[in-house]
Structure formats: C-alpha cells, structure tokens
C-alpha cells in the first residue's frame, strides 16, 4: 500500500474548494488549512503563463520532519501517510523548519498540525475531502501499489513533475503537466 | 530568458511568512550552551591533564557558570515550546535521527554533573569571592554549611570527590557533544539552506570554546592564565575564521539555493551586521587586541573577552534569524 495523489495542473481552476473541503472535514480552526492554492505567473507581458496547484503535505517516502522529530510524534503509519500524534508534540517547530514544503504549522492548542490525507476516511474506503469535493475532478487519490488504480494509470499516461525533488524527499503527491 | 512577472503564491496569514518559528530563544540557548560547553572542557580538559594548578580558574572557578547558564538556557527552550505541558514527552523517548533528541539527552545528563562539579570547588570559589562579593560569599558559605553537615549531602560529595575522574571524563566528552550539538541541531534540516551544511557543528563547537576561553580569561586573576587563555582564544578565534570563509567558499560551489543563502551575507540584507558587527567587532578586534597584548601593550581584559562573547550571541542570533529566511523556492 502507497497511498499518493495526482494533481492535474491543466485542470485545476483554482477555486479552493479543496481548501474549504479540508477545513470543514478535518475541524480545521479559522485562519489555518492543511491544503493551499498556489497560483504562479510567469513571463512577460503579453507572453504570460500561468500554472495553478492544489498543495498539501507531500506524504514523502523520505520525511525529513520525522526525522527531526525528538519525541516520535511524527510517525508514519501505512500506506506512507505522516502523522502527528497530538498529546505527544511538545510544539518545538523542528519538524516545521525541515519541511521543504512549509506544509505544517502550529495548531492555535500548541501541537504542530497538517494535512492527514483524510486518513479517517480512507479507512472507510471514501476518498479525501478534497478529492471528492473537486468540481473539475483535477484531483486523484489512490494507491501506487495497484497497478490497475486510477492514480497508477494516471502516471503512467501522462507527464508529472514533483515539488523540489532535488530536496530528496521523495514527494509522493504528483503534479500532471 | 523568462522573467518573472508575478508570483501570487500562497497567501495563508497565519502560516506564511513561516519565517519566525524560532524567536530569540533558540539563539539564545546556542550560545548558553555553546559558553557552558567552553567553560566545561577547559575545566575538564585541565583537570585530567594534571594542571589544575596551572589554571585553577578554568578548573576550579568558571565551571560555576556553567550550570546558570544551562539551566537558563532551558528555561529559553522549554518557553520556546508551543506545546509547554507536553515537554516531558523528550525524555520517554529516545531518537537516533533527531539532534533535539540528542539534545535533551545530553543537557539531561550534563546538568546535574555540572552542577556537581563546582560544589567540589566550593572553598576554593569562598576564597575566590571573599573580597568584592560578600553577598555571594555568604549564599557560598551557607551552600558549604550545606554540604558540611547534612549527612546526605556530605555522602554525595564525598563520593563525588572518590570519583572525579571518571566525573571528568564524563563531563569532558559530553562538553564536545554539547558544542558540536548546537550547530548539528541547525544542519539537519535540509529545507534551510544556510543552515544545511555539516561545518556548522564544528564552527558552533569553535565559537562556544572561545566563548568558554573568553569567560575564563575575564575570570582569571592569574596573569600567567590569563595570558594563556588569551593565546587560547586568539587560536581559537583563527580557527572559526576559518571555517567562516569555508562556509562561504561551500555555500558557492554548491547548489543555487545555497547560493543564494550566502548571498545574503555577501551584499544582502545581513551583510553588514554580519560582517560588521560580528566578524570585525566579535572576532578581528578582540583578536587584534589579544595579538597586542601578547607584545606588551596593557589591555584591560574585560574588553577582548566582553567582544568575543556578544560576538557568539550576536552569530547565533544572525545564523538563526537568516536560515529560517532561506528556503527552496518552486
């Protein structure tokens, strides 16, 4: 089991649905989320192009916030999903500063938070809320492992890039091109 | 080439700039701890070579700073956690990987030692404080009542003193650990390109020994260790620029995210406290003037030692404050 996400760049439009999604399912208080729109403009006047992504914890094969974690907080648990467990954060912010991706930040209670990939409901065999909330459907959620999921054919068919391979951290949410 | 426009990026209030994780604490306990590792090796180190007579500051005296500085060093930490009732959670847990594991376990066993360690002084330290300082002398003389009459007390100092030694060894090795681990604990994130580099670790260990030096120097009221530790410190002062300009040299040979980390101390935003403040003011002025006392001209001590430690305060506060800057873009 490798639980992965594949974010089509083509399609999103950026109407942070997703975000909304997260913040509704996962309780996630006012002014915080797990996932964010990014939208990059490059170029110059009048030759612009523009590329918008839906960014969340890259769930990465090779964690380098577990690794700096003192306590054992941050953890893995299957399917290659990180997690925090709360009561054990004693809130240093080392797993904050060695995130290449600033995807966790300090929950308003004091223990550092992030995104879970809807591990709840993957459980219950339900996609994560931002998936199944996507109204152009430019988010895929599944299983690496299963040549057959929708995700693994998904790679295979078309171009991705990560976020900062060169990091090493081995990202495992896809970026189609 | 493609110019950038315009970058919306991500726009979260309370997330981004994540910048300012760590405030003034972190700094601050680097360069307790760095000044506590000094003062513990010069001591330890002088007392297993058998000078203790050459230098009974470093050996007997300054060690006392060591557990203040510690102990106010963790007060820094634990303030700077954001989830304080849960900091207990450090020590029901051992992590090879994480350098803050290492840390807790380190200061955890260098604490009590080196509370130890002065007590074993004690009468020595009476003496040193009996003319300046009564109200010190009188906290020393009731501690040394203390240790004289509560059979407890007596017992552990007794034994303490059976097993200095191997209470030196101990502390001698840890010392290393502790200056080397102020620098690892930056280093091991690879998300922070400044702080990315592994000659952090002896560079942080250089500069809290010549902290250490400089306390000692201060300290000292005998002028043949005063001079030695002057020469100490002026090597060690060498040492750290060294490693100063392989830091750089590195930062430039290496990735562009790197690159750019050292761009901000070579004409960015922290050149000039970095290059004005702390390498001329906090390393070459009070290196010169240790060079002019070694040829006979009178400087009063306090001022090479008083530059070399505001120097290590203001380095931990710039190496902090600038790597939490850098990052990957993408």
New interface residues.
Partial sequence: MRYAMAMDTAKCVGCSDCVVACQTENNVPI???RD??????????PQ?EMEIRS?RCNHCENT?CV???????SHVIEGGIVKVTH????????C?????Y?AR??HP????DKCTFCDHRVAEGLDTACVSVCPTHSLTFGDLDDPQSPISVLLRERKWKT??P???TQPQVYFLI | MKEELFVSGRNIPNIDPVLHVWHWHIPLYLFLGGLAAGLIFFATYFYVSGKTDKYPTAVKIAPVIAPFAIAIGLIALILDLKHTPYFWRLFTAFRLESPMSWGAWTLGVIMPLSIVWPLIYIKDMIKYFQFGSPRITAILKWIDNLLENVSILKWAMDLARKYQMAIAWALFFMSIILGVYTGILLSAFNARPLWNTSILGPLFLVSGLSTGAAAVMWMSRHHFEQKQFSRFDLMLVGIEIFLIIHMFMGFNASTQVQQQAAAMFLGGEFTAVFWGVFFTAGLVVPALLEIMELFGYKVPVFIPAFLILLGGLIFRFIMVDAGQITRYLY
């Fill in positions: 002014g915080f989320c964010w729109i990014v939208e990059n403009v490059e170029g110059t006047y612009l960014e380098p690794r700096t974690c003192p306590t054992g907080a009561d054990e954060c004693i809130g240093c912010g080392a904050i500063q060695a995130c290449p600033d930040y300090f209670d004091g223990y550092v976020l900062v060169e990091a090493g």
